[in-house]
């Protein structure tokens, strides 16, 4: 038996999420690598760890990573991790800290557990071990992509006279929210599943609103992985973002 195969999933999952971010900052720490070509060594060698560990703690599960080749076996699993080795390539080549590692795990398509590593933050946030979160400010704060906000996002944010808040990647936007750094997360351009598995199943944990921004549930664990929308907020915000977002769709 290896060290860690009493580790439970919950475990597993924040441990590999805080190593594979350790991995990321001393590959480049190492200074041997920028921009494009930090941001492919860091996702090839955090993607080998991850799933060489995976397949060795957890063999008879279903795995779906970004950096790694489909595998339709998956589809016939109950449980399948779904990770991003680096959710925000680009910050993490900009030497930024709006990236993060995702490791997350869909139960027939639900996400039910999950840990979002912020490297550059120090902390592993984790479903199964939710904090409080600090109360909402008076002028709401809406999470943005910094290079290309959708109109729906800006829309709604108009409406409800919330205050844009551009980050990089979804991982970060996500747990802003936790960190009471933002308020609502409205994604309309497109996505994958190892994009917002980790992050929904942390802020389920956490009791926030998760949802496609229909007001349906996000499902995990389908053949096509585009993921095209969608909402984390606090339970509170969720009715009236919902309503303001149908103008715009």
């Not at 703690?57 to 779906?64: A, F, I, S, V």
């Not at 970060?172 to 992050?199: N, T, V």
């Not at 992985?225 to 909402?231: E, I």
Request: hydrophobic share 40%.
């Amino acid at each position: 038996m290896s060290l860690n195969a009493s580790l439970n999933d919950g475990d597993l999952a924040a441990h590999l999420a805080e190593v594979a971010g350790k991995i990321l900052l001393d590959v480049r720490a190492s200074g041997l690598f920028s921009g494009k070509s930090l941001g492919k060594a860091g996702d090839q060698t955090a993607n080998q760890f991850l799933c060489h560990a995976l397949r060795e703690q957890r063999p008879e599960d279903g795995l779906l990573s970004e950096e790694e080749k489909d595998n339709a076996e998956r589809l016939a699993k109950e449980r399948v991790w779904i990770v991003d080795p680096v959710d925000g390539t680009r910050e993490y080549g900009e030497e930024r800290a709006d990236w993060a590692v995702h490791v997350g795990m869909a139960v027939d398509g639900a996400p039910v557990l999950g840990a979002v590593a912020l490297p550059g933050a120090g902390v592993v946030l984790r479903s199964d071990q939710p904090g409080e979160i600090p109360p909402a400010p008076e002028k709401l704060r809406m999470v943005v992509s910094r290079t290309r906000p959708a109109k729906e996002a800006t829309g709604v944010a108009e409406e409800i006279g919330a205050e844009l808040v551009p980050m990089g990647s979804a991982g970060a936007k996500a747990m802003a929210i936790l960190r009471g750094e933002a308020d609502i997360y409205l994604h309309s351009g497109g996505q994958y599943e190892w994009d917002s598995c980790a992050p929904a199943a942390v802020a389920q944990g956490w009791g926030l609103h998760v949802s496609r921004i229909d007001g349906s549930p996000l499902v995990y664990n389908q053949e096509d992985v585009y993921m095209p929308d969608l909402l984390i907020c606090r339970k509170e915000h969720a009715e009236l973002v919902l309503e303001k977002v149908k103008a715009f769709l």
